[in-house]
């Protein structure tokens, strides 16, 4: 049911904790289930009894077991919704081991809210939905056969190409032949995982961080060790020492409008966590998704302009921007690394479907992609201070956020009284939804943050819904609580 590995830095009591955690919030352990006696799980584990205890102990404290007195142990019903029942006996399927440890963010990923703030999704209408229908007819006009095509493994050549002249502005310089079409920077952070993580193997995270990311390195047995978000981004200062002492292989990073938070990690900062990763011969995976969606000015140069030795895998995401239908992501790394990046994306799916990267083709680096990219941040920014002013107004005392300067997220600090996955229980009742914080750590028991989308929803539903959230935290707000938290 779960594993835990002796040689990680993580005490094994948390291990046992946090694996119970991640399948209970990933809906892979229902309320209800019964779990096995802390005798059973400390043979079945080779550890002790008091271990066990302690991580049993930890969990009916923190809400997610009940002690039944001569029953056993079982899953506490959470204040979520639990799949309906169909009359069908499935129990004995929980004999079946897995090696999935954790799908949190699936689970926000599909809300069907009036009230959509949970996915880093772009709003429909904001798209250039005409102009690619055009494109989608030229397409099959030039190639009436293209859906009885394959597309190469490594991605459309012209695509590449096209992709080279684009990285060029944001000074990474690369070839054709180091770059990957990937359906979308979720399979980029999946690919990169499958070569190069495997049980045990250190992987450094930013706490809070894309919980996509999580799920991922979770599946592959990775020790995730994290270090701290501030204003600026990851806290290169506390990870040379993690890295002194850990030896990871990879630190996973989102330096610009990182997910959730927000933040611009500067330049500088940036040239020191790519010292560090020299200095340790370790990877760095740079996640970039939101770049282009900046709001008063370009971000700094990615890492990846400034790496010289190849210790830099560039992942970058073109779905927000251009199509999310398409699914179209690419990851630009040289050397051996790029070799395996790309034996392993044979190995997944033998390449990407054709007709995506052939119909937004036209689009990269044309005028009409800049006419859009100008229009999307003008109306991503006009819903972000959408968001802020009504927070301003109506938000209880005490909740603070970051004020993001691009991107699609806001990120909210709740006030010691108010905990964030309560309130999302309170906020699907009325249709709201939002990411809880306690999915973006992948160690700690985080419940007083969440994260909150302005990208889908448009301006009057965002007003509506924050208006809703707001109602619902000030009806929750203590009676003590009037003075200011922070």
Same mark, same amino acid.
């Given at each position: 049911?779960?594993?835990?590995?002796?040689?990680?830095?993580?005490?094994?009591?948390?291990?046992?904790?946090?694996?119970?955690?991640?399948?209970?919030?990933?809906?892979?352990?229902?309320?209800?289930?019964?779990?096995?006696?802390?005798?059973?799980?400390?043979?079945?584990?080779?550890?002790?009894?008091?271990?066990?205890?302690?991580?049993?102990?930890?969990?009916?404290?923190?809400?997610?077991?009940?002690?039944?007195?001569?029953?056993?142990?079982?899953?506490?019903?959470?204040?979520?919704?639990?799949?309906?029942?169909?009359?069908?006996?499935?129990?004995?399927?929980?004999?079946?081991?897995?090696?999935?440890?954790?799908?949190?963010?699936?689970?926000?990923?599909?809300?069907?809210?009036?009230?959509?703030?949970?996915?880093?999704?772009?709003?429909?209408?904001?798209?250039?939905?005409?102009?690619?229908?055009?494109?989608?007819?030229?397409?099959?006009?030039?190639?009436?056969?293209?859906?009885?095509?394959?597309?190469?493994?490594?991605?459309?050549?012209?695509?590449?190409?096209?992709?080279?002249?684009?990285?060029?502005?944001?000074?990474?310089?690369?070839?054709?032949?180091?770059?990957?079409?990937?359906?979308?920077?979720?399979?980029?952070?999946?690919?990169?995982?499958?070569?190069?993580?495997?049980?045990?193997?250190?992987?450094?995270?930013?706490?809070?961080?894309?919980?996509?990311?999580?799920?991922?390195?979770?599946?592959?047995?990775?020790?995730?060790?994290?270090?701290?978000?501030?204003?600026?981004?990851?806290?290169?200062?506390?990870?040379?020492?993690?890295?002194?002492?850990?030896?990871?292989?990879?630190?996973?990073?989102?330096?610009?409008?990182?997910?959730?938070?927000?933040?611009?990690? @500067? /330049?500088?900062?940036? %040239? *020191?966590? $790519?010292?560090?990763?020299? &200095?340790?011969?370790?990877?760095?995976?740079?996640?970039?998704?939101?770049?282009?969606?900046?709001?008063?000015?370009?971000?700094?140069?990615?890492?990846?302009?400034?790496?010289?030795?190849?210790?830099?895998?560039?992942?970058?995401?073109?779905?927000?921007?251009?199509?999310?239908?398409?699914?179209?992501?690419?990851?630009?790394?040289?050397?051996?690394?790029?070799?395996?990046?790309?034996?392993?994306?044979?190995?997944?799916?033998?390449?990407? @479907? /054709?007709?995506?990267? %052939? *119909?937004? $083709?036209?689009?990269?680096? &044309?005028?009409?992609?800049?006419?859009?990219?100008?229009?999307?941040?003008?109306?991503?920014?006009?819903?972000?201070?959408?968001?802020?002013?009504?927070?301003?107004?109506?938000?209880?005392?005490?909740?603070?956020?970051?004020?993001?300067?691009?991107?699609?997220?806001?990120?909210?600090?709740?006030?010691?009284?108010?905990?964030?996955?309560?309130?999302?229980?309170?906020?699907?009742?009325?249709?709201?939804?939002?990411?809880?914080?306690?999915?973006?750590?992948?160690?700690?028991?985080?419940?007083?943050?969440?994260?909150? &989308?302005?990208?889908?929803?448009?301006?009057?539903?965002?007003?509506?819904?924050?208006?809703?959230?707001?109602?619902?935290?000030?009806?929750?707000?203590?009676?003590?609580?009037?003075?200011?938290?922070?």
């Amino acid at each position: 049911m779960i594993t835990i590995n002796k040689n990680e830095a993580i005490p094994l009591s948390k291990q046992i904790y946090v694996s119970f955690v991640d399948k209970i919030r990933s809906g892979l352990l229902s309320g209800g289930t019964k779990l096995p006696t802390v005798r059973q799980l400390s043979k079945d584990l080779e550890v002790s009894l008091v271990t066990v205890m302690k991580a049993y102990k930890q969990l009916e404290e923190d809400g997610f077991l009940e002690l039944s007195k001569g029953k056993g142990t079982y899953v506490k019903t959470q204040q979520q919704s639990e799949p309906s029942k169909t009359g069908q006996d499935f129990d004995w399927q929980l004999s079946i081991p897995d090696y999935l440890h954790r799908s949190q963010y699936a689970r926000f990923q599909d809300s069907d809210a009036s009230y959509h703030f949970s996915s880093s999704m772009i709003d429909p209408a904001l798209f250039p939905n005409q102009y690619m229908d055009q494109l989608i007819a030229q397409v099959f006009m030039q190639n009436p056969r293209i859906l009885s095509q394959y597309g190469g493994i490594q991605g459309d050549l012209a695509l590449r190409e096209k992709m080279v002249q684009n990285m060029e502005k944001s000074k990474i310089i690369t070839t054709p032949e180091n770059l990957l079409i990937t359906s979308g920077s979720q399979q980029g952070i999946d690919l990169v995982a499958r070569t190069f993580i495997g049980p045990g193997d250190v992987v450094i995270m930013e706490a809070p961080t894309y919980p996509g990311a999580i799920d991922v390195f979770r599946s592959r047995g990775a020790t995730i060790l994290t270090v701290p978000v501030d204003e600026n981004g990851m806290r290169v200062d506390m990870l040379h020492s993690l890295c002194e002492k850990h030896k990871p292989k990879l630190i996973y990073t989102t330096p610009t409008f990182h997910n959730p938070t927000g933040t611009i990690m @500067p /330049l500088q900062r940036r %040239k *020191v966590l $790519l010292d560090i990763a020299e &200095s340790h011969h370790c990877l760095i995976m740079e996640d970039d998704p939101f770049s282009d969606i900046y709001f008063d000015r370009k971000p700094p140069l990615p890492i990846k302009s400034m790496d010289k030795t190849g210790h830099v895998i560039y992942l970058k995401g073109l779905s927000k921007t251009i199509a999310p239908g398409c699914r179209i992501g690419l990851i630009a790394a040289s050397g051996s690394i790029f070799k395996r990046l790309y034996a392993a994306k044979a190995n997944m799916d033998l390449g990407s @479907p /054709l007709l995506p990267q %052939k *119909v937004i $083709l036209p689009l990269v680096d &044309s005028t009409k992609m800049e006419q859009h990219l100008k229009r999307l941040r003008a109306a991503l920014k006009s819903r972000r201070d959408t968001v802020l002013a009504v927070l301003s107004e109506q938000a209880p005392t005490g909740v603070t956020w970051h004020i993001p300067k691009g991107g699609l997220n806001v990120w909210i600090q709740l006030p010691a009284w108010l905990d964030s996955n309560v309130l999302l229980y309170e906020a699907n009742k009325r249709n709201v939804s939002f990411l809880t914080g306690s999915a973006c750590f992948a160690i700690e028991n985080e419940h007083s943050t969440f994260r909150l &989308s302005y990208s889908y929803a448009n301006e009057k539903l965002l007003r509506e819904g924050v208006m809703i959230l707001c109602d619902i935290m000030q009806a929750m707000q203590p009676a003590s609580s009037s003075s200011p938290t922070f």
